[in-house]
């Protein structure tokens, strides 16, 4: 198991692992990120990886993401694959003693999961999630006013999500269901603003498309939460929304609350015949694209400094242990426990 060293912190040598639209993205932006330069962009598709190379304007580019983390200009690894893939390439890349940051999940079960978090405790070698709400702005206020008491002993946390478009078959056929893939974000922020769950219940249907009943998933669901602390929380999620990108938090405290609202996307408000208008976000990529950008930064920042980054693997296995028990609630159509989840 390899240790981590960095040669020099201001200038980190980046694999990117995937090409697609969100390798993309992230590609974009580690271009404004001043110690991370693009060695090698891999993909399995040679031209896909090539238009990264390109819009990176790395070195070369790859058809092999393994030989990518093992390039010996590489010190840190971007990974942007399919979730079947998270796993393997992680541990490649503890194993060569390369930095990761890792879009979420590690993988969609807990045995798996444990097994690389226990070699990441065991290789000191930092590793990053990508649940990128915490970097947006209005999460990181919340967390601030939590933290510092402005709130009061927290009572109460309720988020709402609804995606404008509901995802294709295939991929609900792969995604490991909708409480893992989707829910997973308001999950992880009912950890990362509250704290550990201890038990939920949750309800879900198929209301308005049936390829959902095809995938053995559901498109419309509630979730109940009980903290460890006392708290009290709801969860509320849909696979689709006609109006626009529809995603809201409150977390309410015995002396206050916060509200982090996606709000309108210009800012810009028409008034006309007694009436106004204004526009919403489409989806998650512009939503969040500030968290997007941030995430990166604040990686690569930290791990110049020396810093510890965060969210880590073991934040990876808790929001994935509270997913499933909310699919292990709807299928058995009963409260459960988180500690009957287990790998």
Known sequence: MG????????????????AGRMGQTHVRNLGAIPNAHVVVVADPVAEVAERGRELARA????????????????????????TSTHATLIETALRAGKAVWSEKPIAQDMAETARIVDLWR??????????????????????QLIDSGELGRIEQFRALSRD?????????????????????????????LVGEVEEVHAWASVLFDERFA???????SVIMLKFRNGALGVVETSRHSEWGYDIRTEVA?????????????????????????GDLYESFPDRF???????????????????????????????????????????????????????
Request: charge should be negative.
């Open 253 to 277: 405290g015995a002396v206050g609350k916060v509200v982090v609202d996606g709000a309108q996307k210009t800012p810009a408000t028409v008034l006309r015949k007694f009436g106004w208008e």
């Open 289 to 343: 694209e500030v968290a997007y950008r941030r995430e990166l930064e604040v990686f690569f920042d930290n791990l110049g400094a020396g810093r510890p980054v965060s969210p880590g693997p073991d934040d990876a296995l808790e929001t994935l242990r509270l997913a499933l028990a909310c699919t292990m609630s709807w299928r058995e159509g009963r409260p459960v426990r988180l500690e009957e989840v287990t790998a």
């Open 3 to 18: 240790s981590f060293t960095l040669r020099d912190p201001s200038s980190i040598g980046v694999a990117v692992l995937g």
């Open 59 to 82: 070195v070369r580019a790859s058809t092999d993401p393994v030989e990518a983390i093992l390039d010996p200009e590489v010190e840190a690894v971007v990974i942007v694959t399919p």
């Open 214 to 220: 095809k995938a053995d998933d559901w498109d419309t």
């Open 164 to 192: 404008t478009f509901p995802p294709p078959l295939e991929f609900l056929l792969t995604c490991g269901g909708s409480f893992l893939d989707m829910s997973s974000h308001d999950l992880d922020l009912a950890r990362f």
């Open 122 to 143: 065991a290789s000191g070698v930092p590793v990053q999630l990508g649940f990128m709400r915490r970097f947006d702005p209005g999460y990181e206020r919340a967390k």
